[in-house]
């Protein structure tokens, strides 16, 4: 989990340069398994009612910066509610 930790904080202060692997092994260790991978697009579901989907998507081996920012928001999220 320490690795993760520091990806986030790289994430924070870099999020438009940030490797599409990077952001699924966040995902992953935050959400759990996708219940969608195998093409450009996971999905990962929340713990939290309303729209609980966290949507990454693979362009070209980076992650776009706004679903970027998205993750971010939603581990701020799951983690105030801790």
């Given amino acids: 989990m320490a690795r993760v930790v520091a990806i986030v904080a790289r994430l924070r202060r870099h999020p438009k340069d940030v490797r599409f692997s990077d952001l699924a092994k966040v995902c992953d260790a ?19 009612s ?6 990454i998507q693979d362009a070209k081996g980076k992650a776009k910066a706004y679903q970027v920012r998205q993750v971010l928001k939603a581990i701020d999220k799951l983690e105030e509610r801790e």
């Fill in 30 to 48: 935050y959400f759990g398994e996708p219940r969608q991978k195998g093409t450009s697009h996971r999905v990962y579901r929340a713990p939290w």
């Fill in 50 to 55: 309303g729209d609980p989907r966290v949507n």
